[in-house]
């Protein structure tokens, strides 16, 4: 078995042009390597997750293969882990980034802490960071790692244990906030300032004598996924060449079992492990890689695959990714050569955590305490609904959950006092889940609802655009325009405010000008207009730069205060057919 794990940081040189990064060092006890075929070799299971985000209650259910089943919990998941653990003495637990963020109201109203508690009780030895680690800027992220209070409650001399944890859990997680117990990695996340990456580029973990190296890094493009201001100063570089040059690096130090964790992924195609069809970035990333990776446990795209894709070399790699949420597991099983620490064959599953496992009691009682803790906020009704809403968008790209929330903000903003907006923007990947109609409930909405549905905490901002700049705005949407997408990602539209999109058009001539009305009359490019978004957007989120030249901005309420203001005053609500953006042939 396993030793208790020993985790320090370390220094190292620049090498390949990174400049100087650092590495973190976890140590397993020696034991008996495993004979196969008279040959020497070791068997290590490598157990891997992605995109949990928070998920500690057991999420909504899981539809694949065209089959439903109710799985995730992160008491379930640890039973599952339990499992596996038990299968292979010599293992390791990682994750592929966005462990938190974008997170249910039981771990995002206590900033997250109680996902990093779970993960620490889970014995989760390494998590790249993705881009929702971010959501909260750096030194939130940092607090994550590091422990301590959260500077809200420093400034209100608050104690960071306020909540009334359980006494057998208090003496788990401690009196105040540790923070995480398992190491962070960011590999291509650096410090202008400092020179050196934001964590550790690597950790390694050592079985019966032979290192494997692990290379945690997020998607470059990170930036574009989180407020501005949140990732100032930090620089994300390209994620194959970042691997490829810390390769040598490890090689240098005996390392020759090497595993790529990335929060970036692809899109299955098809069949039983989704390789077929597969596309995404993440296939170009592994086509640019060192054949010296042995395996890559990827996420992000919140998909589920086991391919096996074409390196630098054209050799096949094992890429991995177990959708999202907790409610699938990566069993990964490597064999290493006992005396050259060689990988010779690696292959894996995705199981789906049902709930017929023995949950893990102290996982669940964790959960159950933060759940009490949360409960009068979660069960609070806001309003109604008569049918769902839905965030599935229509061809032109609108959706009824879309068309809601931007006409919650619209109003919220209408007022001189709050900004005088006349038009709302809402960005697709804001909305976190649907409203969904239940009849036993009689459509009532929970805050607990809408907090998953918006659960970034963002704050609505107004600006002055011109005309000009909206029909700009608009083409941001497509790829090819200068910082346009890389696939259509259409904003949500307040409702008076309407346009129509050409598919077969040409980059940045996809709207029709005349097509852009509020009102009824047409958006003249000379003429300024008030509009509304928030914070995430109006810094620049998600690659919308054309946000940043608006002038006279004016902070407004939060954006979840606008959305319950909504119900509260319209309730009941429902849905309409998503007219106001139009797509032509």
């Keep these: ?192 300032k400092s020179g050196g990456t934001l964590f550790p580029a690597y950790g390694i973990k050592q079985f019966h004598g032979r290192k494997i190296g692990f290379i945690g890094l997020t998607l470059k493009a990170t930036p574009n996924l989180v407020k501005p201001s949140g990732v100032k100063d930090l620089e ?70 086991a391919c096996r894709l074409p390196n630098a070399a054209g050799e096949p790699v094992l890429v991995t990714s177990a959708h999202d949420y907790g409610r699938l597991v990566s069993d990964i099983d490597l064999v290493l050569d006992a005396n050259t620490g060689e990988v010779t064959s690696a292959a894996a599953r995705n199981l789906v955590v049902s709930r017929d496992v023995q949950p893990e009691p102290l996982l669940a009682r964790l959960v159950e305490d933060y759940g009490r803790l949360s409960r009068p906020i979660e069960e609070r009704i806001v309003g109604r609904i008569t049918a769902t809403f839905s965030r599935t968008p229509n061809d032109a790209g609108e959706s009824t959950l879309g068309d809601l929330i931007a006409d919650a903000q619209l109003e919220a903003t209408r007022s001189r006092k709050h900004g005088a907006a006349a038009i709302a923007f809402m960005n697709s990947g804001g909305m976190r889940a649907d409203f969904s109609y239940a009849p036993a409930r009689k459509g009532r909405v929970s805050y607990r609802e809408a907090f998953d549905v918006q659960p970034f905490g963002g704050t609505l901002v107004t600006m002055t655009l011109t005309g000009a700049q909206i029909e700009q705005l608009l083409e941001q949407q497509f790829p090819g325009c200068p910082n346009g997408q890389p696939a259509n990602r259409i904003l949500q539209v307040s409702a008076g405010f309407e346009y129509a999109w050409n598919a077969g058009g040409k980059a940045c001539d996809k709207v029709d000008p005349a097509s852009i009305r509020l009102g009824g009359k047409p958006v003249a490019a000379g003429t300024t207009y008030r509009i509304a978004t928030n914070n995430f957007l109006a810094d620049g989120g998600d690659g919308f730069t054309l946000f940043t030249e608006g002038t006279k901005r004016m902070a407004a309420v939060p954006e979840l205060s606008a959305l319950e203001r909504y119900f509260v005053r319209h309730s009941p609500l429902t849905p309409g057919a998503p007219r106001r953006i139009t797509r032509l042939p």
């Design 1 to 192: 078995m396993n030793s208790h794990i020993i985790v320090r940081t370390l220094a190292a040189s620049a090498l390949s042009g990174l400049s100087v990064i650092h590495a973190a060092r976890l140590n397993a006890a020696p034991g008996p390597a495993v004979a196969s075929g008279g040959e020497q070799t070791i068997a290590v299971k490598v157990i891997a997750i992605n995109d949990f985000h928070g998920n500690l209650r057991p999420p909504g259910n899981l539809v694949l293969n065209n089959t439903t089943v109710a799985a995730g919990g992160v008491a379930h998941l640890a039973g599952y882990i339990r499992k596996l653990r038990a299968a292979n003495p010599d293992h390791v637990l990682v994750s592929a980034g966005d462990l938190i963020g974008a997170s249910p109201l039981v771990s995002a109203n206590f900033q997250d802490e109680p996902t990093i508690e779970a993960m620490n009780l889970l014995g989760l030895d390494f998590n790249a960071v993705g881009n929702h680690e971010f959501d909260e800027g750096r030194d939130e992220l940092l607090r994550m790692q590091r422990g301590g209070c959260h500077p809200e409650l420093e400034r209100a001399d608050r104690s960071c244990r306020e909540q009334e944890l359980s006494p057998m859990i208090r003496s788990k997680v401690g009196q105040t906030f540790k923070g995480a117990e398992f190491r962070f990695l960011a590999a291509n996340v650096f410090d202008r």
């Design 236 to 305: 994300f570089r390209d994620e194959a060449e970042t691997v490829n040059a810390l390769v040598p690096v490890l090689r240098s130090q005996g390392i020759e079992a090497i595993i790529v964790l990335i929060h970036e992924g692809g899109h299955p195609g098809g069949g039983p492990d989704g390789c077929s069809g597969i596309s995404g970035p993440i296939l170009d990333i592994v086509h640019r890689l060192d054949p010296e990776v042995d395996l890559v446990v990827s996420g992000h795209t919140h998909e589920t695959y």
